[in-house]
Structure formats: structure tokens, C-alpha cells
């Protein structure tokens, strides 16, 4: 899967008891001052706020999404968190941060 370790945005994978299992090299980059690899193995909970610990447990109690879009240090991202299933079963979360320009084109497709 070398297109997803080499896409231009961070992927951080769970398992179904909130630990990392897999980070492409843009999230190890971009977390290297919290441990980078090291983070692989580590309790995903651990690494968020309070606020953020409890939407990471809405989405594995409930099966939903949580997808937003953040402003950090003058880049525009997108954040979308998804549970992921094996035959219906959840196994936990995947999350993708993606940077957006600030202004884009929205199109309408029916």
C-alpha cells in the first residue's frame, strides 16, 4: 500500500481498543515531536484533549463519522474520522487530516 504511506495528508489507523496500528509517513512527520513511530502501539486516547477523547468514543460506541474542518498554523484542514468494519463488526477508527485551500470551488452534482 504504498500510495496510502505516501499520500500528502496524515492517515492514523486504531484498532477497536483505541490503539494505533498504523500511521503513513506524513503522520509520523507531523507528530515526530510526540514520538513519531513510537506513537504505533500507543493508546489513541492518550495522545487527545479531554474533548477530543470523548468524540473518539461517541465514534466507537456509535459507528458514526466526525468530520470537520480545523485552521492551524495558516493552513486550512479537513478532519474526518470514520469507523471502520470487518463483515459488520467495527475495528476500529481511521483518521485522515488532509490540507484545503481556505477558499475553493463547491460543485453540485445531481
Known amino acids: 500500500m504504498e500510495w496510502i504511506d505516501k499520500l500528502d495528508g496524515n492517515v492514523i489507523v486504531s484498532d477497536s481498543a483505541g ?9 509520523i512527520s507531523a507528530y515526530e515531536k510526540d514520538g513519531g513511530k513510537d506513537l504505533i502501539g500507543k493508546d ?24 470537520y474542518t480545523i485552521g492551524k498554523k ?13 463483515d459488520g463488526n467495527f475495528r476500529g477508527i481511521i ?9 475553493m470551488p463547491h460543485y453540485i452534482r445531481d
Open 74 to 86: 495558516g493552513k486550512k484542514k479537513i478532519i474526518y474520522q470514520s469507523p471502520w468494519f470487518v
Open 95 to 103: 483518521e485522515l487530516s488532509l490540507e484545503i485551500p481556505f477558499e
Open 19 to 27: 490503539k494505533i496500528i498504523y500511521m503513513n509517513e506524513k503522520a
Open 44 to 67: 489513541l486516547l492518550e495522545c487527545h484533549s479531554e474533548s477530543s477523547r470523548k468524540k473518539i468514543l461517541e465514534i466507537m460506541r456509535s459507528g458514526r463519522k466526525n468530520v
